[in-house]
């Protein structure tokens, strides 16, 4: 189970996003943008995708001049782009979420069917009986869907499509969050795994 481990008197809390007032003055502490406070609190409120790495966008904002004379690939595909069986992986859609991020493979998993019919899909139980594939559909146990973004993410950094973001950090995201409860993206700040999930979806169309 994880557990969170914080003194108060030292460092800034990531901050709720069900409490726009207290979050901005918590954001404004911890040198956050508006552009961050509104991508974590809603992406449909931004005009565009993030593109930049959550350390680069809590320091530096959300502008391109703060890319250099490149910008990186800002072009994320969504989950439902990914599971739909025409588009082309990047990797094998056999491998497991657990062959590619922090837990245990699971055991006595259920059984998958040959197909499912219409909106119908395999319910693994878990991430550790979970291939990618599955977490693309919302999953009883994938809280916030972080899973879920959390795939397409990999899937978009694999075909080269993110370029502000690699394996190691979305590996850091998962394990930081399951061993601890949250995500540390700059010293001193903390994501919960609401916010984590609102990030991964605001870098994907």
């Not at 080269?160 to 394990?175: A, E, I, N, P, Y």
Request: hydrophobic letters at 35%; one cysteine or more.
């Amino acid at each position: 189970m994880a557990t969170e481990h914080q003194d108060n008197d030292k460092i800034e809390t990531a901050p709720s996003l069900t409490k726009r007032g207290a979050a901005r003055r918590r954001l404004a502490k911890a040198g956050m943008g508006a552009g961050v406070l509104a991508t974590l609190e809603s992406k449909s409120a931004m005009a565009s995708m993030v593109c930049r790495a959550p350390s680069g966008s809590l320091s530096n904002g959300l502008a391109t001049s703060h890319y250099g004379t490149k910008a990186p690939a800002c072009n994320g595909l969504s989950p439902g782009y990914w599971k739909q069986p025409q588009h082309a992986w990047p990797v094998s859609r056999d491998l497991k979420f657990t062959d590619v991020f922090y837990g245990t493979p699971g055991t006595n998993c259920p059984v998958r069917a040959a197909s499912y019919d219409g909106d119908k899909c395999y319910r693994p139980g878990s991430y550790g009986c979970a291939k990618l594939e599955d977490m693309l559909n919302p999953q009883p146990f994938d809280t916030n869907n972080v899973g879920m973004h959390l795939v397409a993410a990999y899937l978009n950094v694999q075909q080269k499509l993110v370029g502000f973001l690699d394996l190691t950090d979305l590996q850091t995201m998962w394990s930081e969050l399951q061993t601890t409860g949250r995500y540390c993206p700059t010293a001193g700040v903390y994501w919960d795994n609401a916010q984590v999930a609102n990030y991964l979806a605001s870098i994907h169309d």
